[in-house]
């Protein structure tokens, strides 16, 4: 008896001191795997090509994504949304400024709370390719710019009608699949991403990622080549499709991750299978260094800062300056400001009284008072 | 018959001079026309830039102190290497950006303490304790017997190899990483002509906690002779805000055993994003941009601790992120009692909050962590926040990384002009070409000399050309025609108009074939 309490005691001590080591070591690891992806910010680039009424289902796409990338951290100063026509404030809406992704208007994805970045007619190719290559003109402002360095990650996705080889902007024009693979190659040669991700959902959206030639690379389409990308559900009483099927299975599945989620891109490849989709989603990784399965869904979607805990601190012992000496050479004359009279009366008057005594000398008449 | 064969001749002259107009004028007309304008550039001299050497150079003053050497030495070394100088160390003596001047003191001096072997002043100087050696050495060997040593504190001062290849890590993806040193990559931010440094105070109570910081004061004070030094690496903009109702994303928890709110070292990652979203930032600029945020918890969550990750204190209560900047909580509920009238005029010790702030600025701009060797003391920054010796390491490393991206810049242009011969390459642009490759090679050739400032504005003035040169707008490529495109533009115009000229030339050489067989017939 005493025995086997002695052994369990000692299982127990035993147990007890390793549980800490262990816990330290499952630390040690969770920091490594801090700084093992190799990022330090995230972007997104969300772009919707196509306009009218009938491609309701292409901005409701791109929308839903917008708001699970913000949800999930990104901030909307790294999140460029181009988006080629207003549905929300359409004509043709019957229910104004929303923009739904479930039928019977569950779920509004507009909000109060989105920043289009290039609106309307302003979402061309060559403003994209402009976007991501930096090449934009000195005037253009803060919002409107891929400001990502070596480590950033970026999320692209694409949507609207497409090709083989080819996806149309605006119903006009149309980005090629050599330009994109050209525009990322110059991206990687400027070291403007960390890793980047592309997701597509397009008719034969896989034709667009054939081409990639640059590292670190991961794509995703929502249908292989010679295969169409179907829209999922109608609602009657907007009176159009309002979701792809590929991306309303892929909102389903972040709705589920939270930003501390551990899930992988493995789960991202297997979301919409060929039963749900109807087309047969493809994936290309081999451009990718590190192995999908380690590749966290909040490493592109999510923005989940490294932070360090400041040790040191600087001991400053002089004072601050009092105010005097920093006014610096001469006192600035406060002036007490007030409001530029808006009409100023006194000068109508002076001139008008003026040009009255001109006229009155000229023509030797009656001066006329104003 | 006769008219009928001075047709058929006229007719063969014609279509012979249209083929011939067509060849000799319409083909040269077409190729210039449709040709894209594209200045010269220097493509030699830039492929010359792909294979990059760099060679570093520090100017070493090895000076010795009375006392070190022997008379017998002293008298045995050339004439050129005694300078007999009382030499007094001045305070303020400016040695030049980038030397470093080694003071060589007595084996048994008592200047410095019994363990200390070597210590660094503030401005580029070092004291070392003379290792043992014999009295019969002459000068080679007691300047070899130091190399040891002097290497030790050069490497300290100025740079290690380590370092060169941090900087150069842009360039060449480091294959052997350690985690210290990708961790320190990543943290300093990327060099950039210019920065932004917003300094923001939060409250979240306004009700209860009424907040006064003398920001400008402190800015000038504490912050601007910091930026004023590192004036030669970039341009800094400074500005502040102040942010009511602007909460942390994470709920703190209540800790019993100290009686205050902590915040746990894993949940600090999901603080920023939040807030973040309310950080306004300069619209006019593209400059990256660092954030230090001063958050004063609400009355009812004060005190807000910071814990690590073994559940210890934090010191300073603050925290970084890497490229984006630092948290800093402030707690105030010590400064007034519960009957105190809300809201609270509160007045914030700058001095201390400035403190962290300079030390998580210097971190964010890459003034890396020292670990000297054993043996070493390193002088306190002093007012400035940082020693100068401090300065010329980040200005070490920042001149190679600026070569090396700017080389980086102009080859990839070069071969990305070369590959796409659509792209219209303008005059301004072969300028800032021409102009990066000519100042990267003058930072290349001071680098070599050893003269560290001209060699950072220089390697300034090439990583702007090549930006310039790079992201000009005219540069895009929309011109992307596949093959086929171009055959289907061209067939149209162009077939209906050679098809008669090719026929009619074919039938006049069949003809003047046939001629010439019946001619040989006839002869026969």
Same mark, same amino acid.
């Given at each position: 008896?005493?025995?086997?309490?002695?052994?369990?005691?000692?299982?127990?001590?035993?147990?007890?001191?390793?549980?800490?080591?262990?816990?330290?070591?499952?630390?040690?690891?969770?920091?490594?795997?801090?700084?093992?992806?190799?990022?330090?910010?995230?972007?997104?680039?969300?772009?919707?090509?196509?306009?009218?009424?009938?491609?309701?289902?292409?901005?409701?796409?791109?929308?839903?994504?917008?708001?699970?990338?913000?949800?999930?951290?990104?901030?909307?100063?790294?999140?460029?949304?181009?988006?080629?026509?207003?549905?929300?404030?359409?004509?043709?809406?019957?229910?104004?400024?929303?923009?739904?992704?479930?039928?019977?208007?569950?779920?509004?994805?507009?909000?109060?709370?989105?920043?289009?970045?290039?609106?309307?007619?302003?979402?061309?190719?060559?403003?994209?390719?402009?976007?991501?290559?930096?090449?934009?003109?000195?005037?253009?402002?803060?919002?409107?710019?891929?400001?990502?360095?070596?480590?950033?990650?970026?999320?692209?996705?694409?949507?609207?009608?497409?090709?083989?080889?080819?996806?149309?902007?605006?119903?006009?024009?149309?980005?090629?699949?050599?330009?994109?693979?050209?525009?990322?190659?110059?991206?990687?040669?400027?070291?403007?991403?960390?890793?980047?991700?592309?997701?597509?959902?397009?008719?034969?959206?896989?034709?667009?990622?054939?081409?990639?030639?640059?590292?670190?690379?991961?794509?995703?389409?929502?249908?292989?080549?010679?295969?169409?990308?179907?829209?999922?559900?109608?609602?009657?009483?907007?009176?159009?499709?309002?979701?792809?099927?590929?991306?309303?299975?892929?909102?389903?599945?972040?709705?589920?991750?939270?930003?501390?989620?551990?899930?992988?891109?493995?789960?991202?490849?297997?979301?919409?299978?060929?039963?749900?989709?109807?087309?047969?989603?493809?994936?290309?990784?081999d451009l990718f260094q590190r192995n999908p399965g380690s590749v966290l869904i909040t490493d592109f979607f999510g923005s989940v800062r490294k932070v360090e805990i400041t040790k040191d601190t600087i001991n400053l012992t002089s004072s601050l300056k009092p105010l005097i000496q920093r006014s610096g050479s001469g006192d600035m004359q406060i002036e007490s400001l007030t409001y530029v009279d808006q009409l100023p009366v006194a000068e109508i008057i002076h001139q008008n009284a003026i040009q009255g005594l001109s006229y009155s000398i000229m023509t030797e008449g009656t001066p006329v008072n104003f | 018959m006769a008219a009928l064969q001075l047709e058929k001749q006229?007719?063969?002259?014609?279509?012979?001079?249209?083929?011939?107009?067509?060849?000799?004028?319409?083909?040269?007309?077409?190729?210039?026309?449709?040709?894209?304008?594209?200045?010269?550039?220097?493509?030699?001299?830039?492929?010359?830039?792909?294979?990059?050497?760099?060679?570093?150079?520090?100017?070493?003053?090895?000076?010795?102190?009375?006392?070190?050497?022997? @008379?017998?030495?002293?008298?045995? $070394?050339? !004439?050129?290497?005694?300078?007999? &100088?009382? =030499?007094? /160390? %001045?305070?303020?003596? +400016?040695?030049?950006?980038?030397?470093?001047?080694?003071?060589?003191?007595?084996?048994?001096?008592?200047?410095?303490?019994?363990?200390?072997?070597?210590?660094?002043?503030?401005?580029?100087?070092?004291?070392?304790?003379?290792?043992?050696?014999?009295?019969?050495?002459?000068?080679?060997?007691?300047?070899?017997?130091?190399?040891?040593?002097?290497?030790?504190?050069?490497?300290?001062?100025?740079?290690?190899?380590?370092?060169?290849?941090?900087?150069?890590?842009?360039?060449?993806?480091?294959?052997?990483?350690?985690?210290?040193?990708?961790?320190?990559?990543?943290?300093?931010?990327?060099?950039? @002509?210019?920065?932004?440094?917003? $300094?923001? !105070?939060?409250?979240?109570?306004? &009700?209860? =906690?009424? /907040? %006064?910081?003398?920001? +400008?004061?402190?800015?000038?004070?504490?912050?601007?002779?910091?930026?004023?030094?590192?004036?030669?690496?970039?341009?800094?903009?400074?500005?502040?805000?102040?942010?009511?109702?602007?909460?942390?994303?994470?709920?703190?928890?209540?800790?019993?055993?100290?009686?205050?709110y902590t915040l746990s070292a894993d949940s600090l990652s999901h603080v920023i994003n939040p807030v973040e979203a309310r950080l306004g930032s300069n619209a006019a600029s593209s400059n990256p941009v660092l954030n230090f945020l001063l958050y004063v918890p609400d009355a009812h969550h004060s005190p807000l601790f910071i814990r690590d990750h073994s559940k210890r204190k934090v010191p300073s209560n603050a925290f970084h992120s890497p490229r984006w900047g630092g948290i800093m909580v402030y707690n105030v509920n010590e400064m007034y009692g519960p009957e105190a009238e809300r809201p609270v005029d509160i007045n914030i010790n700058m001095a201390k909050v400035m403190?962290?702030?300079?030390?998580?600025?210097?971190?964010?701009?890459?003034?890396?962590?020292?670990?000297?060797?054993?043996?070493?003391?390193?002088?306190?920054?002093?007012?400035?926040?940082?020693?100068?010796?401090?300065?010329?390491?980040?200005?070490?490393?920042?001149?190679?990384?600026?070569?090396?991206?700017?080389?980086?810049?102009?080859?990839?242009?070069?071969?990305?002009?070369?590959?796409?011969?659509?792209?219209?390459?303008?005059?301004?642009?072969?300028?800032?070409?021409?102009?990066?490759?000519?100042?990267?090679?003058?930072?290349?050739?001071?680098?070599?000399?050893?003269?560290?400032?001209?060699?950072?504005?220089?390697?300034?003035?090439?990583?702007?050309?090549?930006?310039?040169?790079?992201?000009?707008?005219?540069?895009?490529?929309?011109?992307?025609?596949?093959?086929?495109?171009?055959?289907?533009?061209?067939?149209?115009?162009?077939?209906?108009?050679?098809?008669?000229?090719?026929?009619?030339?074919?039938?006049?050489?069949?003809?003047?074939?046939?001629?010439?067989?019946?001619?040989?017939?006839?002869?026969?």
């Open positions: 008896m005493d025995y086997y309490n002695l052994l369990t005691t000692c299982a127990f001590i035993h147990l007890l001191v390793s549980i800490p080591y262990a816990y330290s070591n499952y630390v040690e690891n969770k920091a490594g795997q801090f700084f093992s992806s190799g990022h330090t910010n995230n972007w997104a680039v969300l772009v919707c090509t196509s306009r009218f009424w009938f491609n309701y289902r292409h901005v409701a796409n791109t929308l839903s994504v917008y708001r699970s990338v913000k949800r999930l951290g990104i901030p909307d100063s790294h999140i460029v949304l181009m988006l080629a026509d207003d549905m929300a404030c359409n004509y043709r809406n019957p229910k104004p400024a929303t923009v739904f992704s479930h039928k019977n208007m569950e779920l509004n994805v507009y909000g109060d709370d989105v920043e289009v970045d290039y609106r309307g007619y302003e979402v061309t190719v060559e403003n994209f390719l402009r976007v991501l290559t930096g090449r934009l003109p000195p005037s253009t402002p803060r919002s409107k710019r891929l400001l990502s360095d070596d480590r950033s990650n970026i999320l692209i996705y694409l949507t609207g009608h497409g090709g083989n080889g080819f996806l149309k902007f605006q119903d006009s024009e149309e980005i090629s699949n050599m330009e994109l693979a050209d525009a990322f190659e110059q991206m990687w040669q400027k070291r403007r991403y960390n890793e980047l991700l592309f997701i597509i959902d397009t008719c034969q959206g896989a034709s667009m990622y054939e081409r990639f030639y640059s590292p670190n690379l991961m794509a995703l389409a929502s249908s292989q080549v010679g295969e169409d990308s179907l829209s999922h559900q109608p609602d009657l009483a907007i009176g159009v499709h309002l979701m792809d099927k590929y991306t309303f299975y892929l909102l389903e599945f972040l709705e589920e991750v939270h930003p501390a989620s551990q899930a992988n891109m493995n789960d991202l490849f297997k979301v919409c299978p060929q039963s749900q989709c109807v087309s047969t989603p493809g994936h290309r990784t | 006229r007719g063969r002259y014609a279509a012979l001079a249209i083929a011939a107009v067509v060849i000799v004028v319409g083909i040269p007309l077409w190729w210039k026309t449709t040709e894209t304008y594209r200045a010269w550039l220097p493509f030699s001299e830039i492929s010359e830039l792909d294979s990059l050497q760099l060679q570093l150079s520090v100017d070493i003053e090895v000076v010795f102190s009375r006392g070190t050497l022997t @008379p017998e030495q002293q008298k045995k $070394f050339p !004439l050129s290497h005694v300078n007999e &100088k009382e =030499h007094q /160390l %001045h305070h303020k003596t +400016e040695f030049s950006c980038g030397s470093v001047v080694v003071y060589v003191i007595p084996e048994s001096s008592t200047l410095l303490p019994e363990d200390v072997k070597v210590y660094v002043g503030q401005r580029r100087t070092a004291l070392l304790r003379s290792p043992p050696f014999k009295t019969s050495w002459n000068l080679k060997e007691v300047l070899s017997n130091l190399d040891v040593e002097v290497e030790q504190v050069v490497s300290t001062m100025s740079f290690g190899h380590q370092d060169i290849v941090a900087a150069l890590s842009n360039r060449v993806r480091m294959t052997k990483v350690t985690k210290e040193s990708m961790a320190d990559s990543m943290r300093a931010i990327k060099s950039s @002509p210019g920065y932004e440094i917003t $300094f923001s !105070l939060l409250n979240p109570d306004p &009700k209860s =906690h009424s /907040l %006064h910081w003398d920001i +400008e004061g402190a800015v000038q004070s504490y912050i601007q002779p910091l930026l004023n030094k590192l004036a030669p690496i970039a341009n800094f903009s400074v500005d502040s805000q102040i942010l009511y109702y602007a909460v942390l994303g994470v709920n703190p928890r209540f800790d019993n055993s100290v009686s205050a403190g962290v702030f300079l030390a998580q600025l210097r971190l964010m701009l890459g003034v890396q962590h020292t670990h000297p060797p054993t043996g070493f003391v390193l002088q306190s920054p002093g007012s400035a926040g940082l020693a100068d010796w401090e300065l010329d390491r980040l200005l070490w490393s920042r001149s190679v990384e600026n070569i090396a991206t700017a080389s980086t810049t102009i080859t990839s242009l070069a071969q990305l002009l070369d590959q796409i011969g659509n792209i219209v390459i303008n005059d301004n642009i072969a300028q800032q070409v021409s102009s990066a490759v000519t100042s990267l090679q003058s930072a290349v050739a001071e680098l070599e000399a050893g003269n560290l400032a001209f060699a950072l504005q220089y390697s300034r003035e090439a990583i702007l050309a090549s930006e310039r040169a790079f992201f000009d707008p005219s540069l895009l490529h929309l011109l992307y025609f596949p093959d086929d495109q171009k055959f289907a533009i061209y067939i149209p115009l162009f077939l209906p108009m050679c098809v008669p000229i090719v026929l009619s030339l074919l039938k006049i050489v069949s003809e003047a074939k046939k001629r010439r067989a019946d001619k040989q017939a006839k002869s026969d």
